[in-house]
C-alpha cells in the first residue's frame, strides 16, 4: 500500500508540474503572439464604416468630402503603419529583454496595447481618425516585442524534450488571435456600424487577461542564471516548472553556456551581421522570415474582403468565409505542435513552404481566370 502511495507521489508532482507549464504557455500566449493575429484581422470588418468615419471627419472639419482615392490612401496608410509598429516592436524587444527579463518585458508590453485601445475606442467620440493611425502604430510595437519575446521565454522555459512543441505554441497563439479577430468581427458581435469602436478596442482584454496572470508563474530560469547570475532563483524557478526532480544536467547545460559566453557583451543587429561565426544562422532566419513575410498571408487578412468580393462572393457571407480561412491556419498551427518534436523542424519547413508554393500558383491562376481580377491587374 505504501508502494503504491509512493509511485503515485511522483505522477501527481509531475501532472502539477506540467499544468504550471501549459499555464506559463497560455499566460505568454494571450498576451504575446494572440495580439498579433487578433489585431491583424479586427481591422478587416469595420473596413467601410471606418472609411465612412474618415470622409464624415474630413467633411466635418473642411467643408468639403473627400475623393475615393484619397480615402483609400488613408486607410491603406491605416493598415500599413501596423507592420510599422512591428517593426519599430522587433527593434526594443532585445534590449527589453536583456534590461527587464522575459516576463518583465511581457509584462511591460502591455501599456503599448492599452494605449493603443484608449485611441481607437475614443477615436469616434474625439472625431479623430488620426488616433486610429497612433492607435494601429501602438498595437504594431505590441505584435512586435511579443513575437520575438515569447518564443524565447518559452523556449527558456520548456524542457528539452518539449522544447519544440511549446516554442511552436506561439504560431497557435497567433493563429488564435487571427480567428477570434474575424469570429468578434462579426455583424452580431462588434462588428456593426455602431460597435466599431469597441472592436478596435477590444485588445485591451487579452493584455489585462497576462497582466492579471503573468506576475505568479515563473521567470525565464536562463535569464536568471546568465543574465543575472541568480542562482538560487533559477534553481527555485525550474523546481516550479519541473518539480523537485534531477536538475542536475539542466543546470550543467546553461553554466557551460553561462562560462561560454562570459565576458561578451549582448550583440545588437550591426554585431550580429558583422559576426562571422553566426553569419549562416542570421542568413537562416533572414530567409525564413521573409519567406513567411512575403507569401501575402498577412495582406490577405488585411484585404480579404475585397478578395473574396473579387471571388463573388456575397458581401453578407464574407465574414464567416474569413473565419474558415482563419480556422485552417489553426488546425495546421496545432497539427505542427504535435508532429515537430517527431518530424523534425527541417522537414516541416520545406513542407510548408513546397505546399505553399504550390497554392500560391493556383491562387494566382484561379484569380487570372476572373474578369475582375483581369481589370484589376492590367
Request: with cysteine; charged share 15%; glycine share 8%.
Amino acid at each position: 500500500m505504501e508502494d503504491d502511495e509512493s509511485e503515485d507521489e511522483p505522477r501527481t508532482q509531475e501532472h502539477c508540474q506540467g499544468w504550471v507549464l501549459l499555464l506559463t504557455m497560455c499566460a505568454a500566449g494571450i498576451g504575446g503572439t494572440f495580439q498579433y493575429g487578433y489585431n491583424l484581422t479586427i481591422i478587416n470588418a469595420p473596413t467601410t464604416y471606418i472609411q465612412k468615419f474618415v470622409n464624415e471627419t474630413w467633411l466635418e472639419r473642411s467643408g468639403s468630402k473627400l475623393d475615393s482615392w484619397i480615402i483609400t490612401l488613408v486607410w491603406s496608410i491605416i493598415v500599413s503603419v501596423y507592420p510599422l509598429g512591428g517593426f519599430l516592436g522587433a527593434l526594443l524587444a532585445g534590449p527589453m529583454a536583456i534590461k527587464l527579463g522575459r516576463k518583465k518585458s511581457l509584462l511591460f508590453n502591455n501599456i503599448f496595447i492599452v494605449l493603443s485601445a484608449v485611441l481607437c475606442g475614443f477615436s469616434q467620440l474625439a472625431k479623430s481618425f488620426e488616433m486610429i493611425i497612433l492607435g494601429r502604430i501602438l498595437a504594431g510595437v505590441n505584435s512586435g516585442v511579443s513575437m520575438n519575446v515569447q518564443p524565447m521565454y518559452l523556449g527558456e522555459s520548456a524542457p528539452k524534450k518539449l522544447r519544440g512543441t511549446v516554442a511552436l505554441s506561439s504560431a497557435v497563439f497567433t493563429a488564435f488571435g487571427l480567428v477570434m479577430g474575424q469570429v468578434v468581427g462579426i455583424s452580431e458581435i462588434l462588428g456593426s456600424e455602431e460597435t466599431w469602436p469597441l472592436l478596435l478596442a477590444s485588445n485591451a482584454i487579452p493584455g489585462i487577461l497576462q497582466v492579471l496572470v503573468l506576475p505568479w508563474l515563473p521567470e525565464s530560469p536562463r535569464y536568471l542564471l546568465i543574465d543575472l547570475e541568480d542562482r538560487d532563483s533559477c534553481v527555485s524557478a525550474l523546481q516550479r516548472l519541473r518539480g523537485h526532480c534531477n536538475l542536475s544536467s539542466e543546470m550543467e547545460e546553461m553554466l557551460a553556456e553561462q562560462a561560454a559566453i562570459k565576458g561578451q557583451k549582448p550583440k545588437n543587429l550591426f554585431n550580429l551581421v558583422q559576426d562571422p561565426l553566426l553569419r549562416r544562422q542570421v542568413l537562416t532566419i533572414v530567409v525564413l522570415s521573409s519567406a513567411m513575410q512575403l507569401c501575402g498571408n498577412d495582406s490577405m487578412y488585411f484585404y480579404a474582403s475585397y478578395i473574396f468580393n473579387e471571388a463573388g462572393i456575397p458581401p453578407e457571407k464574407i465574414p464567416y468565409v474569413v473565419i474558415g480561412t482563419g480556422s485552417c491556419e489553426l488546425i495546421t498551427s496545432f497539427t505542427c505542435t504535435l508532429f515537430i518534436d517527431r518530424v523534425g523542424r527541417r522537414a516541416l519547413v520545406m513542407g510548408g513552404y513546397s505546399l505553399m508554393s504550390v497554392w500560391a500558383v493556383v491562387f494566382m491562376v484561379a484569380l487570372s481566370q476572373q474578369v475582375p481580377a483581369l481589370h484589376m491587374f492590367f
